[in-house]
């Protein structure tokens, strides 16, 4: 599950945050072993990637 987040500089670690506190994995449990929720953050103003989180769930 990825979840990409335009930032501000401030923000970092927000992406992933979100996909487990609203629990967008849920869903996916019985269908599949293993889950992992990826957090893909953007500067807006750098327009470029600041951060990059990867986490297993299941």
Do not use: M
């Amino acid at each position: 599950i990825i979840e990409f987040k335009v930032i501000e500089e401030t923000q970092e670690g927000k992406a992933l945050d979100q996909i487990k506190e609203k629990k967008y994995y849920e869903k996916y449990q019985d269908k599949y072993k293993e889950i992992y929720v990826i957090g893909i953050e953007f500067s807006k103003e750098k327009r470029n990637i600041t951060n990059f989180e990867v986490e297993k769930v299941k």
